[in-house]
């Protein structure tokens, strides 16, 4: 499931900004500081990094950024979590987690992302007890109760704590207040796990992820920044973010492009001429 906003329009969502976001840091700061330490669940996207940012800054080292490692969790997105939190000095530490051996994430049916959830609160939980730790936290922001998130339910059922929420942040707000702070991540691109490239219904396997990750890798090499390559078995559906797609649909370019997706392992490649969205794949909800 995405679980990240697209950076398109961010700079000038800015310049909109009903009211100076900084009174809402001060109350996230203040909330963070009421958990008395906390484990962050990290992935390095722009609220995930912003969030563990802030508990280092108001809990130092009573805070524990915790990012989970599983073959839905990119080499990419791995090397972008540990650059951050090691330039912020952040305490950090990996995890494994295994939602590949539930045969209901597997079946990748709407509920995946509840299953995937579930396991990380659960590893992120015993991380908490084991370490004495005061409460686990997540990067839920106030613009995310807009849209079909079940991993939310999880975090509901484990008490995982919101404190972006809480404060009241928007995405908007997350990207000026990290933009503010020197944040390498203020303007990341939009982050999910791989598994949300794979149409529900359609088994997530270990094998697909990692073409799609190959795939993904093969168009940052051309300089994309920010793409998905979605799973339709065979078919692999590219989007690019809207102001990029001129450039991909270039004859040469979209020439060199399917050609190098097929060498991942896709046996036809479509440009999808929509762009990039966040959650493409919940369209197909809506007709059921």
């Known amino acids: 499931m995405e679980n990240e906003m697209e950076i398109q329009g961010t700079r000038k969502d800015f310049a909109s900004l009903p009211i100076d976001p900084g009174e809402k840091q001060e109350k996230l700061k203040g909330r963070l500081r009421e958990l008395g330490s906390a484990v962050v669940a990290f992935s390095g996207g722009a609220d995930s990094a912003y969030l563990a940012w802030m508990a280092h800054q108001a809990l130092g080292e009573r805070a524990l950024a915790v990012t989970a490692l599983s073959p839905s969790f990119s080499a990419h997105d791995r090397e972008q979590a540990e650059t951050f939190a090691r330039r912020e000095n952040l305490r950090h530490e990996f995890v494994e987690t295994h939602e590949f051996e539930n045969p209901l994430y597997v ?12 396991e990380l609160f659960g590893v992120l939980a015993k991380v908490r007890a084991e370490r004495g730790f005061g409460a686990v936290t997540y990067g839920m922001n106030a613009d ?36 503010r702070a020197g944040l390498a991540t203020w303007d990341r691109p939009a982050s999910a796990c791989l598994s949300s490239r794979v149409p529900y219904g359609m088994p997530v396997t270990v094998e697909n992820l990692s073409r799609v990750e190959q795939a993904e890798n093969a168009l940052r090499e051309f300089g994309f920044r920010q793409v998905r390559v979605r799973s339709h078995g065979e078919l692999a559906r590219i989007e690019i973010a809207p102001d990029e797609l001129p450039r991909a649909l270039q004859a040469d370019m979209a020439e060199t492009l399917a050609a190098r997706i097929r060498e991942t392992g896709f046996t036809y490649v479509t440009l999808d001429l929509e762009g990039y969205r966040q959650g493409s794949l919940n369209a197909a909800l809506k007709k059921r």
């Open 144 to 179: 995310d109760r807009k849209d079909f998130r079940p991993g939310h339910r999880a975090a509901s059922e484990f008490g995982v704590v919101a404190p972006l929420l809480d404060a009241g942040l928007t995405k908007a707000e997350i990207r000026e207040l990290s933009r």
């Open 107 to 118: 079946m990748n049916q709407a509920d995946r992302c509840y299953h995937c959830k579930t």
